[in-house]
């Protein structure tokens, strides 16, 4: 008897592999990860890209409205790429209109 012997039996280790299984259900498991993907990850995320352009496409002069950044002001100007946000008195910042990530209800920045 060998050192081998007493760690794994003879008649495990000579034993032959069972079969792997179909191909079919390797694909039916890409297929039903595909799906969850989708569901979880893609979906929502272009969902959420639908709203953002909609947003940005109603975006009026007047609207206060919040950048990426945390800045809360007024649109003064827009144009095709660019806002110009009035975020005091007198004082216009020009930002991209991607960055502008939310649109408040009027009358928040007075009440704040």
Do not use: C, N, W
Request: proline share 4%; net charge positive.
């Amino acid at each position: 008897m060998q050192l081998l012997d007493f760690l794994i039996s003879p008649a495990f280790a000579q034993a032959t592999p069972q079969g792997q299984g179909s191909p079919m259900s390797l694909l039916v498991m890409m297929g039903l990860m595909f799906v969850v993907f989708y569901f979880f990850l893609i979906r929502p995320q272009s969902k959420r890209a639908k709203e953002h352009r909609a947003m940005l496409s109603a975006l009026s002069k007047g609207d206060e409205v919040v950048t990426a950044g945390g800045l809360a002001g007024r649109v003064d100007e827009l144009g095709d790429a660019f806002v110009t946000v009035e975020i005091a008195q007198g004082v216009k910042v020009k930002v991209q209109k991607h960055a502008v990530t939310a649109v408040l209800p009027k009358g928040t920045l007075k009440s704040a």
